[in-house]
């Protein structure tokens, strides 16, 4: 049975940590696991087109809130056009399951966790059957009736299977696309997970609701460190990563289990790694311990710069000097830091948000990512923000006002690269670019396409896909202007066959400057394979694909 996880990203990312557990439960099951990661922005039609063409025996979609618009209106064309059995999961799906129950393409709902779930769907749909369990919501003939089932117990992550990262497509093509999310610049560093869950419980977060759902509150479930630091090892001799980027909601904290890291971990594994801390957790000691570990940097949600703001609303309840200890500690004992920051948060004012770019300008962190405040479903805040218990403290003159909110984005956006560059450790800083216009969805060709192709990968001027051929246009020493085509073997006229693809050009004439790009070129795709390409050079919804 193919099964095909389909999940959505902003600014466009191969890699996504559901889509790896669950697929390691696939291949576990004796199934073949095969992913689609699509861009947000993504048009439902293409979308459905692109799952249609991996010929799916069942889909199953992982949407957070942001993704549900969507999810909505790609469900119903994903069930006509490849026939298969839709499943929807994620946090969204699990606290609003009925915004996806009103969809006729929607044939099970996953609620909480879904390792186990999905493994006994996986056995039922071999019998020929689907029915409602913990932890799943299935259709029945008059539609999704009564009341959504309970979770699955949450699993010890010690006995699931690991991460199958190869569901996701070529493992080493996702490394140089870059599929880290911390520290200033895209590296080699492959995602990993030693624990799940987190201890606090943040206002606006997601986890204390996740973790509500399984009525036993927040629980230790952490992955032994000798199994860590094996799973570790296996990936390292396997793909070659720089290091690892620990995606725990929370990194451990238990000291014990640190101590034995910092033995283990340089003698087993010995390569770099990230984590993610509450600064409450952070203190000087846990930081000693992960550096001599060998973390390299240590992420620290910072939010909002208004102390009060930050306690009674977020329920965050650290202070400014609490937040500056746990930075300077880190850049003395060599550690690098990362930070967060939220913008719009119900009741903001425009004199709070000087707050925040002050205080991060006294945190002063090697780097730092800010997003739009989004009220998650489950969460305390945005219960209160339902119930009109979280408004403005000022009148409405002095609330956050548009204009304001995409001023502050820009101050951010200076800040971080003026902070990165500033940096006393030697890091590579890419100019700021729009989400577009890095991912390479606007025709833009992406960086990492064109270090792919060089030397003459800088003359390539656009990129954008036809269908499942990329053609590139490429500027010429004489100014003119060529087109390429990279694309399937299908049998259509080529330069040259390279392995699954064909390299072509446009036109009658073939000087010795393009001769000579399109000689390189054969030499550098030797192996490559489609996925590998839409790795490289994510693909926009301008194109209609075929009916």
């Avoid at 071999?126 to 008059?142: A, D, E």
């Avoid at 140089?176 to 999310?181: K, V």
């Avoid at 230790?220 to 995606?247: I, S, T, Y």
């Avoid at 990362?338 to 903001?348: I, R, T, Y």
Wanted: one cysteine or more; glycine letters at 8%.
């Amino acid at each position: 049975m193919r099964v095909l996880f389909v999940a959505f990203s902003k600014p466009w990312t191969p890699f996504n940590s559901s889509v790896a557990a669950l697929a390691g439960v696939v291949r576990a099951a004796g199934h073949e696991p095969v992913a689609l990661a699509l861009p947000l922005d993504v048009g439902p039609t293409q979308g459905a087109w692109f799952a249609a063409t991996l010929r799916p025996d069942l889909v199953c979609v992982t949407a957070m809130t942001r993704d549900a618009p969507v999810a909505r209106a790609l469900l119903p064309l994903l069930r006509a056009r490849t026939g298969a059995p839709v499943v929807v999961g994620g946090y969204h799906a699990t606290f609003s399951p009925r915004d996806f129950a009103v969809l006729d393409g929607v044939d099970a709902i996953g609620i909480g966790e879904g390792e186990r779930a999905l493994r006994a769907l996986l056995d039922d749909l071999v019998r020929g059957t689907m029915r409602t369990r913990p932890g799943l919501w299935v259709r029945g003939p008059r539609g999704f009736e009564g009341e959504p089932p309970p979770p699955d117990p949450e699993p010890d992550i010690a006995a699931l299977p690991p991460w199958d990262y190869e569901a996701l497509g070529d493992v080493r093509a996702m490394l140089d696309h870059g599929i880290n999310t911390l520290g200033p610049v895209q590296d080699r560093y492959l995602p990993l997970r030693a624990s799940r869950g987190c201890p606090y419980g943040c206002a606006y977060c997601s986890a204390p609701s996740w973790n509500g759902l399984h009525r036993n509150g927040w629980r230790r479930n952490v992955l032994p460190v000798e199994q860590l630091c094996d799973e570790a090892a296996r990936l390292r001799d396997r793909w070659h990563p720089d290091g690892f980027e620990m995606w725990d909601e929370h990194f451990p904290i238990d000291e014990r289990w640190l101590r034995e890291l910092a033995t283990r971990w340089p003698e087993r594994v010995g390569l770099p790694f990230r984590i993610e801390w509450h600064p409450a957790a952070a203190s000087r000691e846990r930081l000693r311990l992960v550096r001599e570990a060998g973390c390299e940097l240590v992420h620290v949600g910072v939010e909002v710069g208004d102390p009060e703001l930050r306690r009674r609303t977020l329920l965050r309840r650290q202070s400014d000097e609490l937040l500056e200890r746990v930075f300077a500690d880190a850049r003395a004992l060599g550690l690098a830091t990362s930070a967060s920051v939220m913008v719009g948060v119900p009741g903001e004012r425009a004199d709070q948000v000087e707050r925040t770019v002050a205080l991060l300008e006294r945190l002063r962190p090697d780097s730092f990512m800010w997003s739009n405040y989004t009220p998650l479903p489950g969460t305390a805040l945005a219960r209160a923000r339902a119930d009109g218990a979280v408004g403005p403290d000022a009148p409405p003159e002095h609330e956050l006002k548009p204009e304001e909110r995409s001023r502050l984005h820009g101050r951010l956006a200076e800040l971080s690269t003026r902070l990165a560059g500033a940096s006393p450790r030697p890091r590579r800083i890419d100019a700021p670019k729009t989400a577009a216009s890095a991912s390479g969805l606007d025709g833009t060709p992406s960086e990492t396409l064109r270090r792919a192709l060089e030397p003459a990968g800088r003359r390539i001027e656009t990129a954008r896909w036809e269908g499942r051929t990329l053609l590139l246009e490429i500027a010429l020493s004489d100014g003119s202007m060529r087109r390429v085509r990279l694309g399937p073997a299908d049998g259509s006229p080529a330069y040259r066959v390279c392995g699954p693809l064909r390299l072509a050009y446009d036109g009658e004439r073939l000087d010795d400057e393009l001769r000579a790009i399109l000689d390189a070129w054969s030499r550098a795709i030797e192996g490559w394979t489609l996925e590998r390409l839409r790795v490289l050079q994510p693909g926009d919804d301008r194109w209609v694909p075929p009916s």
